[in-house]
C-alpha cells in the first residue's frame, strides 16, 4: 500500500488563542510550542506577529528555540502584516507565512469591500511578497466554506503559479456537511493535482470540524489543521487528538494514512493546554475528556474487566494517559520527584525543580497520594510563574452561617508585610475585597471556575478567575491551587493581580 502522509498543522497558539479567554502570555506560548513539538507536530502556528508586539514576540522567542517543527506566523494579504511576520519567524529553522484573504462573496463585499477581481490581485501580490522572505508560504481562502467553487479554482490557480505550496481551504463559520466539504476537496484536489498541497481547517459551529477534517483527508486534503483539546474561535477548530486517534483507530479505513503524531503525547499536551489556558475539556470530550477511559456501569465494567476490547476501542496508554498514576508520596525525595517530572515529559530549570519541589513537599505532607495530574500542575505552575509583585502570606475567613463573612489577609509587597480586613457579599467577595484595600487596585471578576486537579476529597483546587483592574479593557486571568478552595481562589486573585501589574509595566 501506498502510504500518504496527512501534515499536523497546529493551531492552538493562534486559533485556539482566540477562544475566549484562552489569552496565554509568552513563557506559556513557548511551553506549549516545545510540547506541541515533542508531540511531532509538524507545522506549528504561533501567533499572528502584526496582532501585537506581545504576539510577534512569543513568536520569535518560540523560532529560537524550536528545532524541528515548522513555525509559521499568520499575515493578511498585506505588506505590513507579511513584514512582521517574516521578522517573527526569522530565527526559525524551518519557517512558513502563512497569508490569508476571504474570498466568499459576502466577506468580499461586505468586510473586504472589493471586486474579486481585487482580491485575486491582493493575494497574488502577499504571496509573492512573503516568497521574497521565505520558501514556504501557505496560501488561505478564507471562508472557502461559503465561496464560489469556481472562484475558489481562480484564486488557488494565480496563488499557485505566485508560489504558494500549500493550499488552505477553511471552513470558517462551520457551515459545510461532511460530504459536501469531501466534495469540495474532491474537485479542488483534481483541479490542483501535485502543483501544491491541499490543506483544511475545519471550525466546530455545528459539531462538525472533525468530520469535515476527516471527510477531507478521505477527499486529498494532506495537511488539517487543528488545535489541541479543540480550542479555537467560537466552537472551536477539529480538535487534533480527534483527528490523529480517528486515523490510528480505524486502520481498516485509513491504513494507507500516516502522521507523524507521537500518540503517547496527547495526553501529557492536553493536559499542559488545560493547566495553562484554565480551560479543562469537558468530562465527556472524546479522547482527552476525564471519562474518556472510564466506566460507569456495573455491565460494562465487567466486560472491561472480562476483556477490554469489550467496551474500549483505544487503549489509553496509546495516548499517555497511566491509570496507576499514584506515584509519590512524602518519603518520596528530590531524585524520585526529578525523575518523575522528566518522565511526564517537562525539560525545567534546576531553580524551577527546587521550588517545584517544595511546593511538592508541602503538598505530600497533607495529601497521602499524589497522582500525575497533580504533579503536572504544580510543574506548570511554576513554569508559567510570573513575577510576585503581591504575594499571598496568610489569610483567615470567618463566616459562620447567619455572620457577616468577613476575610482578613497579610500580602507581602516590596518587602513590606501589610494587612487589611474586609466584608463581603460571600466568603469569596471578602477575599478579593481584602486583596483590593491592600493593593489599592480594584478589580471587577469576569469568570470563576473551580476543578479537582485529581481525585478524593483531598484533591488539589484548581481555581482560574478572569478579573479586569482598573478601567483597563483587557481582563486578566489568574490560577491558583491549594488543596483548600478559598486559598486556591485568593492566590488566582493574586495572580491576576501580578500578571496586570506586569502588563502595565
Ligand atoms: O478560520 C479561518 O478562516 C482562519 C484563517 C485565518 C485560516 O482561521
Ligand atoms: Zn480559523
Sequence with gaps: MN??????????????????????????????????????????????AAASSGDSDAIRRISEQVEKSTVCSLARALPKDIEAAAHAIEPACYKRIHTFIATSPIHMEYKLKMTPELVIKKAVEAVEYAKTFVDDVEFSCEDAGRSDIGFLKEILDAVIKAGAGTLNIPDTVGYRMPNEMGAMIKELYDFVGDKAILSVHCHNDLGLALANSIASIENGARQVECTINGLGERAGNAALEEIVMVLKTRK??????????????IYPTSRLVANITGIIPQPNKAIVGKNAFAHESGIHQDGVLKHKETYEIMKSEDIGLNHNSIILGKHSGRHAFKQRVKDLGYSISDEELDEAFIKFKDLADKKKEIFDDDIRAIVTSEITKIEEIYKL??????????????????????????????????????????????????????????????????????????????DSKMPVMGHGLSLDTMEASTKAYVGALNSYLSMKK
Excluded at 496527512?6 to 492552538?12: E, R
Excluded at 470567618?398 to 457579599?425: L, W, Y
Excluded at 476543578?451 to 479586569?468: E, H, I
Design 393 to 470: 502570606i496568610g489569610m483567615q475567613l470567618s463566616d459562620c452561617s447567619g455572620g457577616v463573612p468577613t476575610a482578613a489577609i497579610s500580602i507581602k509587597h516590596n518587602d513590606t508585610i501589610i494587612k487589611d480586613a474586609a466584608i463581603g457579599d460571600g466568603t469569596i467577595d471578602a477575599l478579593f475585597k481584602t486583596v483590593d484595600r491592600i493593593s489599592g487596585i480594584s478589580g471587577e471578576l469576569v469568570d470563576y471556575k473551580v476543578d479537582a486537579v485529581s481525585k478524593g476529597k483531598d484533591a488539589l483546587a484548581r481555581v482560574v478567575v478572569k478579573v479586569r483592574f482598573e
Design 252 to 265: 481498516d479505513i485509513f491504513g494507507e494514512y500516516k502522521t507523524n503524531i507521537n500518540t503517547k503525547e
Design 3 to 48: 502510504t500518504k502522509t496527512i501534515k499536523i498543522f497546529d493551531t492552538t497558539l493562534r486559533d485556539g488563542e482566540q477562544s475566549p479567554g484562552a489569552s496565554m502570555n509568552t513563557e506559556e506560548k513557548i511551553q506549549i510550542a516545545l510540547q506541541l513539538q515533542k508531540l511531532g507536530v509538524d507545522i506549528i502556528e504561533a501567533g499572528f
